[in-house]
């Protein structure tokens, strides 16, 4: 093993253990409201909205999501996988089940997250987080059923938890038969993502 192949292997553990880190301090961050440390994870040009670019604009709307939803929130952060496009870029998919006391009610929610991440003078940030839901709902509440995503004060709605991964239509479009299934090669280690997603595009989620 030459030289270069050890240090490229080396950044590349590194550069792992940085992005491991982003989604706990995430966590961390907005469950104790230091919104400075928060929009830090965040490069200092991310786009907020069509027409609102930055950290300022970033922190001003987080402010006011916490201020006027949650009273406490608390974030449990699941599996997480990461595949990366270059040195410098990556992807990945990190699980998270939340805990929000809202006005009377402790609603809890399952959801994923599909992230891009970029190095910036040497520093990991998210490019970008995709929520993507399947419930949220009282403790009391379990929500069987359609419309998984139970806001108090809100209609009912369908989150988009399966929308990155056109294996859940093709499992429940299937009729099982007695024949043998096909089995595909497996995914290869760093495509394991790719492979599953099989070139869907990544869905639009409405903020509600």
Known sequence: MNEQTV???LDRLESLEQIRMLPAKYALALDMRDLDAWV???PEDIKVSQDKVGRADLKAWIDD???LQFSTTSHHIGGHIIEFKDRDNASGVVY????HEAGPEWVIMQMLYWDDYQRIDGQWYFRRRLPCYLYASDLNKPPIGEKKMRWPGREPYDGSWHELWPSWKT???A???DSLPQIAE???LDRFLETMRRGSAVPRVRVR
């Open 7 to 9: 240090l490229e292997r």
């Open 96 to 99: 998270s089940k939340n805990e």
């Open 65 to 67: 999501t916490l201020r």
């Open 171 to 173: 499992f429940w479009q």
């Open 186 to 188: 497996p995914a290869p």
């Open 40 to 42: 830090g994870l965040f």
């Open 175 to 177: 009729k099982p038969d």
